[in-house]
């Protein structure tokens, strides 16, 4: 493999290439041959990874020469494009961290609902930039294959191709999903200035809404249910009315003896509750906001995305009433029931529960979350226009648990990890930027813990996370000593692959498997050389897969072949199947494990994109098999399981179907890595 031109970009410390935060790195290279992949050369500090104790895998160490960075992604922000948090407010996407909470979406009974997440990753890259224009007057600057939610899927900002065809894009009109950005969608994260007004109105609402049924003997301030956060900041606030003019009131507070709270540390006196609860002659807006923000911290609730605060005192309510009509909220007044509280309930969705808590913020954290709330979209979501702007501009990016986050009120998808493309034995690297760490020193470094006295001579398994005979195995040569290290101390190991680079280490394989138990097990998910292009872009045909795994019988060595995924109502007949049993059985491998696909959240939006584009007809049936999550139907497992036995039996392969429970490992030891491995690949 011809390796000129190559790129140095970083010598580790801060260049823009390189992974920040990357122990160990030597150098990032690029190189012509590698188009949009760039290596970082590490030097790690172990080879032998433990498999977790609660996997079902049939071994429990692993190699890992190479790993492919989950960062590797091109949907990517601008830097001052503000991220919805869980508490309601917003933060720059530059300014997010890891374990920051955000929202995203699920699918919940049927139907995409807002909860809570969590920022797993962040970094930034530089990417030509694209402006997005909504007709509500929102611009989001993107990278051009960032992907925004809309009513008819995931779509990229901007028209291209991708390995797997033509990519869908936004368009003039289309309608994306999210809670819009009414109001400036949200408020900042950080502690915003409340006028004087603002806080006597908040004190009034806390106050009030504590009580109950107004301020009576029968209750005290503050009551055992009133939340920390409210409390705080009425301690800030009363600390600070002390030194405010009086109200002009209409009347006083009612029969209640005025009471005080103690003064924080430092404070030179504190305001008597009485002076803060009288209604003020004229409500402006920031005594409105206070008192509704006040009331909402004491008495709120927030349902689904929906909130409501429910008092007995008919005053109160109406107060409330009139603040929401003041600052333009929709609302509903409940009937009260006979010995109930009356409700007043704010309408609109997340989008008015959003502007609610940027004009008012309320202190409280849990009355504060759209989790639960349906996820819709909005006249101010259309698409006006979309325009490259010319420029390569500093870009940023996050993953979440749920794979996507709200930017700029609207559903924006996240990196891809690695494993939510690796349902259908995808290089990840054919499809992204790949960022790929290469551990130089990984075969010194397994010598030295091979020869250790507390090695136990265990099976290691590779390809159990990133393919060992990647396409950069032809530049590097990890193999070669790996192998050599695991035979020269008595360690059986298996390789799982894709890449006919294995072609060039048969001797080396065929001596090793002459002083331990070596096996070797290749994927092959269909002979369709059209659709396998499409659905395995970057990796080598099925004849080459073929021809190596004949090659593998050829030098004396056992071959088993892992068929999967196999796709429902596409590659799933019993002649496509036979046919390709047949030749794998013709290439001489002696045993083949068939599986179903999986698809794993991320991975079903990519692929049900794909269907929807190529086989419309088969969007449906595919909801239907896999309406219960990741796994297929298990009646449709069952009768796979069924139909591949007896193809099994005829072309003399001793593996293994999917039946309806989990994949199973296949014996003897080492085993081939099962359909389970190949999603962490």
Same mark, same amino acid.
């Given at each position: 493999?011809?390796?000129?031109?190559?790129?140095?970009?970083? #010598?580790? *410390?801060? &260049?823009? %290439?390189?992974l920040? $935060?990357? @122990?160990?790195?030597? =150098? /990032?290279?690029?190189?012509?041959?590698f188009?949009?992949?760039?290596?970082?050369?590490?030097?790690?500090?172990?080879?032998?990874?433990?498999?977790?104790?609660?996997?079902?895998?049939?071994?429990?160490?692993?190699?890992?020469?190479?790993?492919?960075?989950?960062?590797?992604?091109?949907?990517?922000?601008a830097?001052?494009?503000?991220?919805?948090?869980?508490?309601?407010?917003?933060?720059?996407?530059?300014?997010?961290?890891?374990? #920051?909470? *955000?929202? &995203?979406? %699920?699918?919940?009974? $049927?139907? @995409?609902?807002?909860? =809570? /997440?969590?920022?797993?990753?962040?970094?930034?890259?530089?990417?030509?930039?694209?402006?997005?224009?909504?007709?509500?007057?929102?611009?989001?600057v993107?990278?051009?294959?960032h992907?925004?939610?809309?009513?008819?899927?995931?779509?990229?900002v901007?028209?291209g191709?991708?390995?797997?065809?033509?990519?869908?894009h936004?368009?003039?009109?289309?309608?994306?999903?999210?809670?819009?950005?009414?109001?400036?969608?949200?408020?900042?994260?950080?502690?915003?200035?409340?006028?004087?007004?603002?806080?006597?109105?908040?004190?009034?609402?806390?106050?009030?809404?504590?009580?109950?049924?107004?301020?009576?003997?029968?209750?005290?301030?503050?009551?055992?249910?009133?939340?920390?956060?409210?409390?705080?900041?009425?301690?800030?606030?009363?600390?600070?009315?002390?030194?405010?003019?009086?109200?002009?009131?209409?009347g006083?507070?009612?029969?209640?003896?005025?009471?005080?709270?103690?003064?924080?540390?430092?404070?030179?006196?504190?305001?008597?509750?009485?002076?803060?609860?009288?209604?003020?002659?004229?409500?402006?807006?920031?005594?409105?906001?206070?008192?509704?923000?006040?009331?909402?911290?004491?008495?709120?609730?927030?349902?689904?995305?929906?909130?409501?605060?429910?008092?007995?005192?008919?005053?109160?309510?109406?107060?409330?009433?009139?603040?929401?009509?003041?600052?333009?909220?929709?609302?509903?007044?409940?009937?009260?029931?006979?010995?109930?509280?009356?409700?007043?309930?704010?309408?609109?969705?997340?989008?008015?529960?959003?502007?609610?808590?940027?004009?008012?913020?309320?202190?409280?954290?849990?009355?504060?979350?759209?989790?639960?709330?349906?996820?819709?979209g909005?006249?101010?979501?259309?698409?006006?226009?979309?325009?490259?702007?010319g420029?390569?501009?500093?870009?940023?990016?996050?993953t979440?648990?749920?794979?996507?986050?709200?930017?700029?009120?609207?559903?924006?998808?996240?990196?891809?990890?690695?494993?939510?493309?690796?349902?259908?034995?995808?290089?990840?690297?054919?499809?992204?930027?790949?960022?790929?760490?290469?551990?130089?020193?990984?075969?010194r470094?397994?010598?030295?813990?091979?020869?250790?006295?507390?090695?136990?001579?265990e099976?290691?398994?590779?390809?159990?996370?990133?393919?060992?005979?990647?396409?950069?195995?032809?530049?590097?040569?990890?193999?070669?000593?790996?192998?050599?290290?695991?035979?020269?101390?008595?360690?059986?190991?298996?390789?799982?692959?894709?890449?006919?680079?294995?072609?060039?280490?048969?001797?080396?394989?065929?001596?090793?498997?002459?002083?331990?138990?070596?096996?070797?097990g290749?994927?092959?998910?269909?002979?369709?050389?059209?659709l396998?292009?499409?659905?395995?872009?970057?990796t080598p045909?099925?004849?080459?897969?073929?021809?190596?795994?004949?090659?593998?019988?050829?030098?004396?060595?056992?071959?088993?072949?892992?068929?999967?995924?196999?796709?429902?109502?596409?590659?799933?007949?019993?002649?496509?199947?036979?046919?390709?049993?047949?030749?794998?059985?013709?290439?001489?491998?002696?045993?083949?494990?068939?599986?179903?696909?999986?698809?794993r959240?991320?991975?079903?939006?990519?692929?049900?994109?794909?269907?929807?584009?190529?086989?419309?007809?088969?969007?449906?049936?595919?909801?239907?098999?896999?309406?219960?999550?990741?796994?297929?139907?298990?009646?449709?497992?069952?009768?796979l399981?069924?139909?591949?036995?007896?193809?099994?039996?005829?072309?003399?392969l001793?593996?293994?179907?999917?039946?309806?429970?989990?994949?199973?490992?296949?014996?003897?030891?080492?085993?081939?890595?099962?359909?389970?491995?190949?999603?962490?690949?």
């Amino acid at each position: 493999m011809r390796w000129d031109g190559q790129q140095v970009l970083d #010598d580790g *410390v801060g &260049g823009a %290439e390189a992974l920040p $935060g990357l @122990r160990g790195l030597l =150098r /990032t290279v690029r190189t012509p041959e590698f188009a949009g992949t760039v290596f970082h050369e590490v030097e790690a500090k172990s080879a032998l990874n433990r498999v977790p104790g609660s996997s079902p895998m049939p071994f429990r160490w692993t190699v890992n020469p190479y790993r492919g960075c989950s960062h590797a992604c091109v949907y990517c922000l601008a830097g001052h494009t503000r991220v919805l948090l869980a508490d309601g407010r917003t933060l720059p996407i530059a300014e997010l961290r890891v374990g #920051d909470a *955000v929202v &995203g979406t %699920e699918m919940v009974d $049927g139907r @995409r609902r807002y909860v =809570r /997440t969590t920022v797993l990753a962040h970094w930034s890259t530089a990417k030509p930039a694209h402006r997005v224009r909504l007709t509500g007057g929102t611009e989001l600057v993107t990278s051009g294959e960032h992907r925004f939610l809309t009513d008819r899927g995931w779509r990229h900002v901007a028209p291209g191709w991708c390995r797997t065809g033509r990519r869908p894009h936004l368009r003039h009109g289309s309608a994306l999903l999210g809670p819009g950005a009414a109001g400036g969608f949200g408020s900042a994260a950080h502690d915003r200035a409340h006028p004087p007004a603002y806080r006597q109105g908040y004190l009034c609402g806390l106050v009030r809404g504590d009580t109950g049924s107004g301020i009576s003997p029968a209750r005290t301030f503050p009551s055992e249910q009133l939340e920390l956060e409210a409390l705080g900041r009425a301690h800030h606030f009363l600390a600070e009315a002390a030194h405010l003019p009086a109200l002009a009131a209409v009347g006083a507070a009612g029969p209640w003896e005025p009471g005080r709270i103690p003064p924080p540390p430092g404070s030179g006196g504190i305001a008597p509750i009485a002076h803060v609860t009288r209604w003020p002659e004229h409500a402006g807006d920031d005594w409105c906001a206070g008192f509704l923000a006040g009331l909402v911290d004491a008495s709120g609730q927030v349902t689904d995305g929906e909130l409501s605060v429910a008092h007995a005192d008919e005053q109160v309510i109406g107060k409330a009433a009139g603040a929401l009509h003041r600052l333009g909220f929709r609302f509903t007044v409940d009937a009260a029931a006979a010995g109930s509280a009356r409700a007043v309930r704010l309408r609109g969705g997340p989008e008015q529960l959003l502007r609610f808590l940027r004009e008012t913020d309320p202190a409280v954290s849990a009355r504060r979350s759209v989790a639960g709330a349906p996820v819709a979209g909005g006249a101010d979501l259309r698409v006006e226009s979309v325009e490259p702007l010319g420029v390569t501009a500093a870009m940023y990016d996050i993953t979440t648990g749920t794979g996507d986050f709200v930017a700029e009120g609207v559903v924006s998808h996240n990196c891809f990890a690695r494993n939510t493309h690796t349902y259908l034995d995808l290089d990840a690297g054919a499809d992204f930027d790949s960022q790929i760490i290469v551990k130089v020193n990984v075969a010194r470094v397994l010598e030295r813990e091979l020869r250790s006295p507390r090695w136990e001579r265990e099976s290691v398994a590779m390809g159990t996370n990133t393919d060992p005979y990647q396409r950069a195995e032809g530049r590097y040569r990890l193999m070669p000593g790996i192998i050599e290290a695991l035979a020269r101390w008595g360690t059986p190991f298996s390789v799982l692959t894709k890449g006919t680079v294995l072609s060039r280490d048969l001797p080396l394989l065929t001596a090793a498997a002459a002083d331990v138990p070596v096996s070797l097990g290749v994927s092959v998910a269909l002979v369709d050389r059209e659709l396998q292009s499409r659905l395995e872009p970057g990796t080598p045909s099925p004849a080459a897969r073929l021809d190596m795994v004949r090659r593998i019988t050829d030098a004396g060595l056992r071959c088993g072949v892992m068929v999967a995924p196999v796709l429902p109502l596409l590659t799933d007949s019993p002649e496509a199947l036979d046919a390709l049993l047949g030749r794998i059985r013709a290439a001489g491998a002696s045993r083949a494990t068939v599986l179903a696909l999986h698809l794993r959240r991320g991975t079903r939006e990519w692929f049900m994109e794909w269907l929807a584009r190529e086989h419309p007809g088969l969007v449906e049936p595919y909801e239907r098999l896999y309406r219960r999550g990741a796994y297929v139907d298990p009646e449709y497992r069952r009768a796979l399981g069924e139909r591949v036995a007896p193809l099994l039996r005829r072309h003399g392969l001793g593996g293994a179907a999917d039946t309806v429970r989990a994949p199973q490992p296949p014996a003897p030891q080492p085993a081939l890595p099962t359909a389970e491995q190949l999603t962490l690949l």
